[in-house]
Every structure is written in C-alpha cells, then in structure tokens.
C-alpha cells in the first residue's frame, strides 16, 4: 500500500533552516509529481510546493518563493523540502502527498516550528 | 489568486441528519476542478471528491459533492459518527495551481 513517512521537522531559531524530507514506498515514486502542503497549529491548510517526476518542473506558493527549495531523488524515493530564513509564520506540521493537484494520499505530518 | 470562502464556519447537527457544506470561489474554476477533503484531529487529511463530484477510491456514497463555475456543494446525505471532522474544498483550476478554503467545522 501507498506509505509517505515525513521527517526532519523539529525547533529551529528565525532565520534558521530546516530540512524535511518524505520517504515514499508501495508505488512507482518516479511516476508521480508530489507536492508539499503545510498546516499552522489550529488552521487551514496551505499548499507550498510540487514537482514534477523528473525534478525539472517546480512551482512554489508566493509565500515560500525564494527561500524553500523542492526537491527529490527517484533513486531512494524520497522527496526533499529545503526551508531556509524560516520566520515564526512556517511553525507549521508539514505534509508530503502524492501529485500536482488533487491529493489522494497524504504522510502523517512532521512540525517544524521557529522559535527564539 | 481564486480565493475559495467556505459556509457555515461551523455546523451543529445530530447522526442521522442531513449535512450541506458550501464553498464559494471568488471565481469561475475551470473544468470544476474541485475537491474536499476531511480531515479528523490529529490526521492529514482525506480526499473524499474531486471534479466536484467524483467520490474517491472507498468514499462511501453518502458523501457527494455538486456544483459548477463558482458554487460548490458537499452533501452527506446521514451522518454517521465518524463523519464529525473538519472539511476543507480545494481548487486546483487556476493559479496558483492550488488553493483551500479555510475549513467548516462539523459537530
């Protein structure tokens, strides 16, 4: 069965960086976009960022542009987020899940919060 | 940006009833591409509808959704126990590629 398994998330300080990456198995990894979508403690949802099967297209929230890097390796299945000049706004359980647009199979979440 | 404004904020209902969720977008979503999702505490999120009225993979048929242009509606037709839960519309239509309303609470 599809598994996204989340991790890297954590406490960080403003202006900080994280990086989270998604462990993908029970599908062809290399087959399918994937994007990452993130939820504030007690919000909505907010998606940040996908990319393409082969890593040469990526697109990014306004939020996020210029400072998250997506990113992914086919060879190991994974699907990397880069968080860099992190402010308290990206405190946020950040989701992996399967595709561009329309989100059939989502991980478990990892928090990564900013906080001095 | 499409804005996607959801209605009511929060909706008190009794198992058994009949449920009706509203998300209304600032405009026109090409092809009706849009989906809900519910979402329990302390879970990601489940895609239940997409193309505004196709049930997802083992989506029980008491969820439906309607709607084209800039109106959309989520039905569940009698609420069972398990449907109490948070329930977020989503466009994936118009750039940016995606946006989500801010949620209704059902309870």
């Known amino acids: 069965q599809v598994q996204l398994v989340e991790s890297g998330g954590g406490l960080v300080k403003p202006g900080g960086s994280l990086r989270l990456s998604c462990a993908a198995s029970?599908?062809?990894?290399?087959?399918?976009?994937m994007s990452w979508i993130r939820q504030a403690p007690g919000k909505g949802l907010e998606w940040v960022s996908h990319?393409?099967?082969?890593?040469?297209?990526?697109y990014y929230a306004d939020s996020v542009k210029g400072r998250f890097t997506i990113s992914r390796d086919n060879a190991k299945n994974s699907l990397y987020l880069q968080m860099n000049s992190l402010t308290a706004e990206d405190t946020a359980v950040y989701y992996c899940?399967?595709?561009?647009?329309?989100?059939?199979?989502w991980g478990q979440g990892t928090l990564g919060t900013v906080s001095s | 940006e499409i804005v996607l404004t959801q209605s009511p904020g929060t909706l008190s209902l009794s198992p058994g009833e009949r449920a009706t969720l509203s998300c209304r977008a600032s405009?026109?979503?090409?092809?009706?591409?849009l989906a809900w999702y519910q979402q329990k505490l302390g879970q990601a999120p489940r895609l239940l509808i997409y193309?505004?009225?196709t049930r997802a993979t083992g989506i029980p048929d008491r969820f439906s959704g309607s709607g084209s242009g800039t109106d959309f509606t989520l039905t569940i037709s009698r609420l069972e126990p398990e449907d109490f839960a948070v329930y977020y519309c989503?466009?994936?239509?118009?750039?940016?590629?995606?946006?989500f309303g801010q949620g209704t609470r059902l309870e």
């Open positions: 989503q466009q994936y239509g118009g750039s940016p590629p995606v946006t």
């Open positions: 405009q026109s979503i090409s092809n009706s591409y």
């Open positions: 193309g505004a009225s």
């Open positions: 029970g599908f062809t990894f290399s087959d399918h976009y």
């Open positions: 990319i393409s099967q082969t890593g040469s297209a990526v």
């Open positions: 899940a399967r595709g561009k647009l329309r989100f059939e199979y």
